[in-house]
């Protein structure tokens, strides 16, 4: 089994495309590592602000099973891949790490980059795995966090998923 953290994010419909993932990775990959969710605004173009989170799980799966899956679960959910790069969307989802693997794998940056860049991907990722630590930079996420000196804007918000409150805006880490 490998331990795989995700990135998720919407700007569209958030709340609705955001549960609509999370319900379908908990129902294909069992146990979910939920971090909080953050708001945050669009970065690389004028958008509607995002949610963001990180989940982490376990998975049997290969990175180019894992990753097929996911654009499987993004397209259900009506990705339109059509647009360009930096636009809106209904769900984003991105492996940030899959176990140590340190190189491109099935067309896959490991770890991915994003990890380093955004404040929306980094903080919650500190938050759900602090000691877990960067496959190449050997730093803990708790430390690059701390370390971080971009300036972006993202706030923790108040969430709820399957009945029960998975976010608190006053909860999350600084």
Known sequence: MAQVYLSLGSNCERERYICAAL?????RFG???ISSV???EAVGFD?????????????ELDVATLSACLKGIEDDNGRDRSGPRFSG??????ILTYGDLKQPEAGVQLPRDEILQNAFVLRPLAEVAPNGRHPVLEQSYAELWQQYD????????????QGQRISRADSAVE
């Open 23 to 27: 319900d379908a990775l908990a129902d």
């Open 31 to 33: 146990e979910l590592l």
């Open 38 to 40: 953050y708001e945050s």
């Open 47 to 59: 958008g509607d602000n995002f949610y963001n989170l990180v989940v982490g799980m376990e998975t």
């Open 89 to 94: 969307r209904t769900l984003d989802i991105d």
């Open 150 to 161: 971009r300036q972006q804007k993202l706030w923790p918000i108040d969430f709820d998923w």
